[in-house]
């Protein structure tokens, strides 16, 4: 026990030390002239990683029809706003280098979209939206490695993500403490998206976690479970061109709110 507080210590301190903006404070998103110029999307998943799969319906497909249609949207609405993929076509993308492409280009938000499955029911339904943070229950734990296995498929991932081991859960409170510095605004997104599905659909609210695709990001960043495969029902329901419609329409919603709000400094 005391060998695991130890450690415990030390993974905290050193989290403090490498931690790039820890400690500054949170970034002032609320200034006057601050507009919401470019959004990336990263559908989840691609190539030979399928993410998780229903009866038929594979994650990498659901959620980069999603994507593409989410940013059809965006720049239907907010003609000023440059929307990038990360991917627009079934490929295979790092994760490292979905929230490297984000910084690259200055994004002001990051949207992560997965879909979701439950180990033990096939009832389980409903959208979840997570930030970055130390999760406070099992289940957000077991998202956040299931995304994070993703890692293994890619190549020399030991040296890519210094070694964080995706079932080690002292890894996990390390990478809480990245993306503090926006965690403000990316709860503020997050319950924008999940207020919107919430009148539609059954939210299962806004959580936390520590996800490899947000952890180096430098800007708002959220990652979207907009449903379960595991549910047949919800697996039909992602798969229609009704459900991709209206969830592309909840999250260009939840887009405008959050917009509008951080520009006029709310
Ligand atoms: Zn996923």
Partial sequence: MLKVIKSLVIVLLLSAIVVPGFGIGPVGYTTDGYKVK??????????????????????????????????????EEHPDVKVLYTRSTDKFVDLSDRSAFANRNNADLFISLHCNASPRSKAVKGTETFVMGLHKTDGNLEVAKRENSVILKETNYQQKYKGFDPNSPLAYIMLANYQSAFLTNSLRFAQLVENNFARHRSSRGVKQAGFLVLWRTTMPSVLVEIGFLSSPEEEQYLISEKGNAENAERLLKAFGEYKKAVEIGE
């Fill in 38 to 75: 470019t959004v990336v999307i990263d559908a989840g998943h691609g190539g030979h990683d399928p993410g998780t799969v229903g009866r038929s319906a594979k994650e990498k497909n659901v959620v980069l029809k999603l994507a593409l249609e989410l940013g059809k949207r965006i720049k």
